[in-house]
T-cell receptor
Framework: SQQGEEDPQALSIQEGENATMNCSYKTSINNLQWYRQNSGRGLVHLILIRSNEREKHSGRLRVTLDTSKKSSSLLITASRAADTASYFCATDQTSGSRLTFGEGTQLTVNP | NAGVMQNPRHLVRRRGQEARLRCSPMKGHSHVYWYRQLPEEGLKFMVYLQKENIIDESGMPKERFSAEFPKEGPSILRIQQVVRGDSAAYFC???????????FGPGTRLLVL
């Protein structure tokens, strides 16, 4: 398995519900970033959390990081149909500046 | 402040031709990264450049692929003698310094016939 694995692979919820996506990784990291990608489009940066941080908020987004478990979660509260997209976590390892992406979680929010 | 710009957005090539993909980083960003995304997959790192220097090309195939980031002008990812397996979306990202947020361009979708 590879660095930066998200689960679930696909998630379908109703508008207004919360969506939680998880990411696990294997090596030490400098930071972890979450991105969103609409079908056929580029990536939009959502949030960056550094290895010495445990939790960050941005609007309806809440990201946690547990370096002891090498895992992170992205929570989207009060989801909207417009949140439908693929969500990727990407780790920036301490040995370099490249980002290592997972395969993504496909989130579908039904109106 | 314009974001990362990539062109062309779509590129069609026949097998054996050359593909040139361009990336202009955000203003003030001197670090550029290229990633490739195959259908239904995550992005895979290819190469990391600073002005006039290749810092890390460990993700780039040894043959047919090359990248540059000249002192003036955009970064170029060049694929020679393209094959069908090169069909993918190629994304460029830039950051102001090492280890900071990488901002992505809209990508170039390459189709090799």
């Amino acid at each position: 398995s590879q660095q930066g694995e998200e689960d679930p692979q696909a998630l379908s919820i109703q508008e207004g519900e919360n969506a939680t996506m998880n990411c696990s990784y294997k090596t030490s990291i400098n930071n972890l970033q979450w991105y969103r990608q609409n079908s056929g489009r580029g990536l939009v940066h959502l949030i960056l959390i550094r290895s010495n941080e445990r939790e960050k908020h941005s609007g309806r987004l809440r990201v946690t990081l547990d370096t002891s478990k090498k895992s992170s979660s992205l929570l989207i509260t009060a989801s909207r149909a417009a949140d439908t997209a693929s969500y990727f976590c990407a780790t920036d390892q301490t040995s370099g500046s490249r980002l290592t992406f997972g395969e993504g979680t496909q989130l579908t929010v039904n109106p | 402040n314009a974001g990362v710009m990539q062109n062309p957005r779509h590129l069609v090539r026949r097998r054996g031709q050359e593909a040139r993909l361009r990336c202009s980083p955000m203003k003030g960003h001197s670090h550029v990264y290229w990633y490739r995304q195959l259908p239904e997959e995550g992005l895979k790192f290819m190469v990391y450049l600073q002005k006039e220097n290749i810092i890390d090309e460990s993700g780039m195939p040894k043959e047919r692929f090359s990248a540059e980031f000249p002192k003036e002008g955009p970064s170029i990812l060049r694929i020679q003698q393209v094959v069908r397996g090169d069909s993918a979306a190629y994304f460029c990202a830039s950051s102001p310094t090492f280890g900071e947020t990488q901002y992505f361009g809209p990508g170039t979708r390459l189709l090799v016939l």
